[in-house]
């Protein structure tokens, strides 16, 4: 539930900024999709989200590892090479997503 705006810079160094009141009824919407479809992957998660409690990024952070590792469900993530738009929260979220080579057998 934020949204960057990048300098132009060679580093392109992200800033924090709120999300425009144009898309923000489409980002709830969208958070409200992705929490559904992956609470199916997490029981803990389905409880929180069926009992109508605020989930935390956290949870929902662990929630969608669980579901890439049992791999049947695949993040997608944006960005731009060209102007290092988006590159290094992309590496963030394959830390935090994908499987560590001690995941897997």
């Known amino acids: 539930m934020k949204a960057y ?3 132009g810079g060679p580093d392109e160094v992200p800033t924090e900024i709120d999300i425009p009141a144009d ?3 489409t980002v709830e919407s969208r958070r409200e999709t992705l929490i559904e479809v992956v609470s199916e992957f997490d029981d803990e998660l389905m409880m929180i989200y ?8 956290e949870q929902l952070k662990k929630a969608i590892r669980n579901a ?4 049947e ?10 102007k ?4 290094k929260m992309m590496l963030d979220a394959v ?3 994908l499987p560590a080579p001690t995941d897997v057998a």
């Open 50 to 57: 069926l009992e109508g409690e605020t989930i935390s990024n």
């Open 73 to 82: 469900f695949f993040p997608v993530l944006c960005g731009s090479a060209y």
């Open 23 to 25: 898309l923000k009824e």
């Open 95 to 97: 830390i935090d997503y």
């Open 84 to 87: 290092n738009t988006g590159v």
């Open 5 to 7: 705006q990048y300098d």
């Open 68 to 71: 890439t590792l049992s791999v």
